[in-house]
């Protein structure tokens, strides 16, 4: 491809709206642009490594016997009405005002339409198929380029078995297949656990990249072998000591104190003496949540603990209800002091079980009491993990300190289980001859993703470091001094035989531009390899190569050149 005659609308100045490097970096880079919020035009370069960044998927669904089909995205609004994702799904999803249609955010509807039809015994199983696919979801804030569109590109495959081992392979082989294509694609990624009770499956992971970008919180270890989403992620910390001998109950008055650094200095104690109290509404029960010292409350984890949705109890709510207001609550007497019907429900963290010589609230303003033993003094409901982890902590595999950092999904594996099948009647007949529902997984990689993450972790300040396996075009030649007909018969000629060896070149050929300005084109662009034909060089024979990502310089022959071009792909 020339320059002088490619679509490539290179633009010098940062787009006012774009605030993260991907983003900016492929609208100056001519490959993208925007039609509408959050819909893009994909623009020849972009679409170059779109293509690349497929053809890896391709290649290694391909080899884990997953099979290729296309299905449409205009879907039928009442396969999704069976399954309740016109209300899971709620504005998220496009709908059509002529037609009840749909535009499909994800296909599990259709591909449990399709083996309903055409399933019908265990010996047609397992299957997976996979399909690369525009997808539409209604982001309600569209703001980071591709990376979050409401139009975009996913690899989306489904695996069909007749056991919960079978299932159990399916993701075992796409979990693999995953990890071939992410490290294919140069990505620096970890694996994520996330717990998947809401959606009703029984196993998911994410496979994530580090990135400020991302709008997800995950503690991960050192060497990237631990990973959660911080909503379930654990860490090694000391439980609350318990002495050997439980002290007399003692009521203390501790005027104005409102915070546990306040009260652990006033009382001179130690933060591993101290329960917090926190207090919440799962649904219409008031819950107190007892935390050690500053431990934080995560919310996510209270929610899944609760097995239903949370929320912090208002102060006048909780005064009428206590008689005392947020500081000064705690487990001793709490539910002599409340009406019974309000039926408060204690719980703690697990680094409060067993612990004793506490310090908590006393129900009454300005006073705590000393000496509580959970186990004498109160009745806990239950113990629960429910602390948010601090960066530093050790990692739950004894792999140093976890750090907390933002991530972006690149892809999700997930075992739906029946919960498709159950829905819309999706059976089959196994061994016994027995009807059974359909054991489904579901597996989705963003393909836009895939490339901004990859320039996300690739660039500096001058521009774009494509890797090889990714790189629109693996080559730039930039043809120096265009007044030069030595320079110009020179960088033709290798364009010829660079296109005749079969490599992938880009090749500045504009004759009213200034070598700087190409230079900084070049940078831009990011190929791995700049072929520079200059003046100077020519005459000795040479021709200069400039490596992108270190910016190392080397003078090959140039009778030699294609096959050291052929050598610098390989290696
Ligand atoms: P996120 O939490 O980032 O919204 P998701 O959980 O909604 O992701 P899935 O439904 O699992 O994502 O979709 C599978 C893959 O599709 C994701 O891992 C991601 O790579 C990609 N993807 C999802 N939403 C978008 C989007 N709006 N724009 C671009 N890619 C997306
Ligand atoms: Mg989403």
């Known amino acids: 491809m020339r320059v002088s005659s490619g679509f490539i609308p290179t633009v010098k100045e940062t787009p006012a709206d774009a605030v993260i490097p991907s983003h900016q970096l492929m609208i100056r880079a001519g490959m993208v642009r925007a039609l509408a919020a959050g819909v893009y035009a994909y623009l020849p370069l972009c679409y170059r490594s779109f293509k690349k960044a497929m053809e890896i998927i391709r290649q290694e669904m391909d080899a884990i016997g997953a099979q290729e089909l296309h299905l449409p995205a205009l879907s039928p609004i009442e396969l999704w009405e069976e399954t309740g994702r016109v209300k899971a799904f709620g504005d998220i999803l496009f709908h059509l005002k002529n037609r009840p249609l749909v535009l499909a955010p994800t296909h599990e509807e259709v591909i449990c339409w399709l083996a309903k039809n055409h399933i019908s015994s265990y010996k047609e199983m397992p299957q997976i198929w996979y399909q690369i696919q525009t997808k539409f979801r209604n982001e309600p804030r569209p703001r980071s380029g591709v990376l979050r569109g409401r139009q975009f590109i996913m690899k989306d495959s489904y695996s069909l078995d007749s056991t919960w081992n079978g299932l159990d392979k399916s993701y075992d082989l796409h979990a693999q297949a995953y990890k071939k294509i992410f490290a294919r694609c140069g990505l620096n990624f970890f694996i994520v656990g996330a717990s998947s009770g809401a959606m009703g499956g029984t196993g998911s992971q994410e496979f994530m990249m580090e990135s400020n970008a991302g709008e997800d919180i995950i503690a991960v270890s050192a060497d990237n072998s631990n990973a959660a989403n911080v909503e379930v992620a654990t860490s090694r910390v000391p439980a609350a000591p318990r002495d050997s001998e439980s002290k007399a109950l003692k009521e203390v008055r501790t005027p104005n104190i409102k915070t546990i650094d306040q009260l652990a200095e006033f009382l001179t104690v130690d933060h591993n003496r101290l329960a917090k109290s926190v207090v919440y509404w799962a649904d219409e029960t008031p819950v107190l949540v007892l935390m050690l010292g500053n431990d934080e409350l995560n919310e996510a984890k209270l929610m899944t603990a609760m097995g239903t949705e949370v929320r912090p109890i208002e102060a006048e709510k909780l005064l009428a209800l206590t008689g005392a207001d947020g500081g000064s609550i705690g487990p001793v007497g709490l539910r002599e002091r409340t009406p019974a019907s309000a039926k408060f429900k204690i719980v703690a963290d697990n680094r409060l079980r067993g612990a004793n010589n506490l310090i908590s609230g006393a129900n009454k303003n300005d006073f705590h009491i000393m000496n509580i033993d959970l186990e004498r003094d109160c009745t806990i409901d239950s113990y629960y993990d429910l602390r948010t982890i601090n960066p530093g902590e050790e990692s739950p595999n004894d792999t140093g300190p976890l750090r907390v950092v933002k991530g972006v999904e690149l892809g999700h594996i997930f075992k739906l289980g029946t919960k498709y099948a159950d829905a819309l009647h999706a059976k089959f007949l196994d061994e016994n001859g027995k009807e059974q529902p359909i054991i489904m997984g579901s597996y989705g990689i963003g393909v836009e993703r895939i490339i901004a993450c990859h320039i996300e972790q690739n660039h500096d300040e001058n521009g774009i470091i494509w890797d090889k396996s990714l790189a629109p075009f693996m080559f730039h030649l930039v043809a120096v001094g265009t007044k030069s007909k030595t320079v110009i018969e020179a960088s033709e ?72 071009l052929k050598s610098l792909i390989e290696d």
């Open 493 to 564: 000629q290798l364009y010829a035989a660079m296109q005749a060896a079969g490599l992938e070149v880009l090749f500045d050929d504009r004759t009213d531009v200034s070598p700087g300005f190409k230079f900084k084109d070049a940078d831009l662009l990011g190929m791995p390899f700049q072929v520079i034909v200059g003046e100077k060089n020519l005459a000795q024979g040479k021709i200069e190569i400039k490596v992108r990502k270190t910016g190392e310089r080397s003078f090959v022959e140039k009778e030699s050149l294609i096959l050291h």
